[in-house]
């Protein structure tokens, strides 16, 4: 099975400060999610990166996926308070087949000091 | 942009009752929906697949017959904790994959907190 290591698990930071956040595969990704929970809450959906070596960005936030597939960062810029949160990354273990389901890292928990 | 609701959002119940759990999409229709769940501080981990129409998925550990799901239409699917105990307290997500070719994103419920006495 697919498994996702994200780092750090957790991050304080200074409102202002530019932050990253890594998800690493251990095999090959047909598409990498990003989502961004509240405590308590459901998860919003940043962004989806299929491509080796894709990059988006929405608003303050970039996401990459490295050439090789297996490797994402997220990286936000002049970080507020309204970006503190969970980040999780997820993986789409359908590995060609028909049977997709999303596969998710344990999280970085992200906190913004005003 | 699409919405998926849960219902309830908490739900507290004694020791032995059975709670149903829905989740909709809102403005688009779902031929799969998926059900997590997630202990504190922990991920999200993957109960089952349900495609409407058919039976669900099951991951590997999940009871079946604990973990009643029924997905009767493309905007509905629930879930039926049956005699619920309270090691089943935890918080519920489903999410709702739209038909869209090429597009794989899910989106998520709001979640339904379960604390069973």
């Known amino acids: 099975s697919q498994e996702l290591e994200q780092s750090p698990q957790s991050l304080i930071v200074q409102e202002g400060k530019n932050l990253t956040i890594n998800c690493t595969s251990s095999?090959?990704?047909?598409?990498l999610y990003w989502y961004k929970q509240k405590y308590g809450e459901g998860l919003i959906f940043l962004m989806m990166l299929q491509k080796g070596g894709e990059e988006k960005s929405h608003e303050k936030i970039t996401a990459k996926l490295d050439e090789k597939k297996q490797q994402s960062s997220l990286h936000i810029t002049a970080s507020q308070p309204s970006h503190a949160g969970i980040y999780l990354c997820?993986?789409?273990?359908?590995?060609?087949?028909?049977?997709?389901?999303?596969?998710f890292g344990k999280g970085t928990l992200l906190t913004v000091n005003p | 942009g699409a919405v998926v609701s849960q219902h309830p959002s908490r739900v507290i119940c004694k020791s032995g009752t059975s709670v149903k759990i829905e989740c909709r999409s809102l403005d688009f229709q779902a031929t799969t929906m998926f059900w997590y769940r997630q202990f504190p501080k922990q991920s999200l981990m993957l109960m089952a697949t349900s495609n409407e129409g058919s039976k669900a998925t099951y991951e590997q550990g999940v009871e079946k017959d604990k973990f009643l799901i029924n997905h009767a239409s493309l905007t509905l699917s629930t879930l039926t904790v049956t005699s619920a105990h309270p090691e089943d307290s935890s918080f519920y997500i489903c999410s709702a994959r739209p038909f869209r070719g090429g597009l794989n994103e899910q989106f998520f419920g709001p979640g339904t907190r379960l604390t069973v006495l």
């Open positions: 095999k090959t990704l047909y598409g």
């Open positions: 997820g993986a789409d273990s359908r590995s060609g087949g028909s049977n997709y389901k999303l596969t």
